[in-house]
């Protein structure tokens, strides 16, 4: 039998369906339902192994722990995690040994193409459409300095893109990794992914430190956004072949309660559980399990990749942690509790 093309879609800071309910009042089951209707099973307890894109996306693609308690984001492992997330590390080398073609949409700085991509899809930095449109707008100039890059009709056009690609033809299986920078802030998507840009939904973050009158708006931004997404991977996987392999997952979940802005040893439960509860749902070979309803992160392309190889999975424990902002923080990775020990352990 030949092999299966295989889709790996990273929606930014998609929330988990449970975090949906009960931060955003959405039901996702209309979106479940869809998924399940496509063949794909919804782990709905799963959990990112680290706060922030930076760890989380190289550590799902290689399967292993990138940094441990204690451990400060140095320059060299900075460098060394941009580097896996660029396609050094063990999914793409187990794709590529075995034929695969290998393409990258990238979905920020943090992702880009690195040597080892067969078909890089780059993200727009620079966007003509989008730049008339700012102009037009009294704020556009402001927006555009605060944050540089506007992100937003970028990651759109990286779903289309997407959506393109599984309608073509293809004589190698094809390996697609796709960063999708959305529903990661800001908050410009209607729910039927129509641009609105306004000062109050601007932010790198859900929550950022906004007034707290601002928070209504943008939890309801936020799930419009999500709707806007769900529709167009929904799409995509509509247009795929149904023998395909598809992963859907999230980095991280969202933080509504301005976790970004407090050091890491003063997060409540609550907003832990937030940020660490992600979006994973797969559809895999007939043969092979589902995806674990707890699963994390880090066991997903051990468990995709073992079964098509039709070999025994060697999954990892779950260890969780927020790990540093930046280079400049000088605290190290937390350890939090792993979902098992929820409520058994205290937080730190
Ligand atoms: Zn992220």
Request: hydrophobic share 35%.
């Amino acid at each position: 039998m030949s092999q299966p093309d295989v889709y790996l879609i990273i929606l930014d800071e998609h929330a988990r369906g449970d975090v949906m309910e009960s931060t955003f009042h959405v039901d996702q089951g209309h979106f479940n339902e869809a998924l399940s209707r496509l063949g794909l099973s919804l782990a709905e307890q799963a959990t990112a192994n680290y706060s922030m894109t930076y760890a989380s996306i190289p550590s799902l693609l290689d399967g292993t722990y990138l940094m441990e308690a204690g451990d400060r984001l140095t320059p060299t492992q900075e460098l060394n995690l941009y580097l896996m997330a660029a396609g050094s590390n063990q999914s793409v080398a187990w794709f590529r040994s075995r034929g695969y073609r290998y393409v990258h949409f990238e979905g920020s700085l943090s992702t880009q193409c690195g040597r080892q991509v067969d078909d890089c899809r780059r993200f727009p930095t620079y966007d003509e459409t989008m730049s008339v449109l700012w102009s037009q707008t009294p704020i556009g100039g402001v927006i555009d300095r605060l944050l540089g890059p506007f992100p937003t009709k970028g990651a759109l056009d990286q779903l289309d893109g997407l959506q393109q690609l599984a309608s073509t033809e293809r004589e190698v299986p094809r390996f697609v990794f796709a960063h999708v920078l959305l529903p990661h802030a800001p908050l410009y998507l209607d729910e039927r992914c129509r641009i609105r840009v306004a000062k109050e939904l601007g932010g790198r973050t859900v929550s950022g430190p906004m007034h707290e009158d601002a928070m209504p708006a943008r939890l309801k931004a936020y799930s419009e956004q999500v709707e806007c997404v769900d529709a167009k991977v929904i799409g995509i996987i509509e247009a795929l072949p149904p023998t395909s392999v598809v992963v859907i997952v999230s980095d991280h979940g969202p933080t509504t309660t301005g976790q970004l802005w407090i050091t890491r040893d003063r997060w409540t439960a609550d907003q832990i559980e937030e940020r660490l509860s992600v979006l994973a749902a797969a559809r895999l070979p007939r043969d092979c399990p589902k995806l674990p309803e707890d699963v994390s992160l880090v066991n997903v392309m051990r468990i995709v990749t073992a079964c098509l190889d039709d070999q025994q999975i060697q999954q990892l424990p779950e260890r969780r942690y927020l790990v540093p902002w930046g280079t400049k923080d000088p605290s190290g990775a937390v350890r939090v509790p792993s979902s098992s020990e929820i409520g058994r352990l205290p937080y730190p």
